[in-house]
């Protein structure tokens, strides 16, 4: 977890990874779909700053067929 993003951000990221991982998608295959650089995704799991933007998300969930809303929690945080 990075100490430098808030706890959603933080949230979000590792609910992304785990979906991620359950739809057996690498970080570069994603990254790819994305249309982004072949770390883009590793540099945002791996905590260097970087973190999803609200298109990020929504593309992210067009790819794994699902709501956008799959990535935040029930409650706020």
Same mark, same amino acid.
């Given at each position: 977890? *990075? #100490?430098? %993003?808030?706890?959603?951000?933080?949230?979000?990221?590792?609910?992304?990874?785990?979906?991620? @991982?359950?739809?057996?998608?690498? /970080?570069?295959?994603?990254?790819?779909? %994305?249309?982004?650089?072949?770390?883009?995704?590793? #540099?945002?799991?791996?905590?260097? @700053?970087?973190?999803? *933007?609200? /298109?990020?998300?929504?593309?992210?969930?067009?790819?794994?067929?699902?709501?956008?809303?799959?990535f935040w929690p029930d409650k706020g945080l």
């Amino acid at each position: 977890m *990075n #100490d430098k %993003l808030s706890e959603i951000e933080n949230y979000i990221i590792d609910r992304v990874r785990t979906i991620r @991982k359950e739809k057996g998608f690498t /970080q570069e295959q994603l990254s790819l779909k %994305l249309d982004k650089g072949v770390g883009f995704i590793g #540099d945002i799991e791996s905590s260097k @700053k970087a973190k999803y *933007n609200v /298109q990020h998300l929504n593309d992210i969930a067009k790819i794994f067929n699902c709501s956008p809303k799959d990535f935040w929690p029930d409650k706020g945080l």
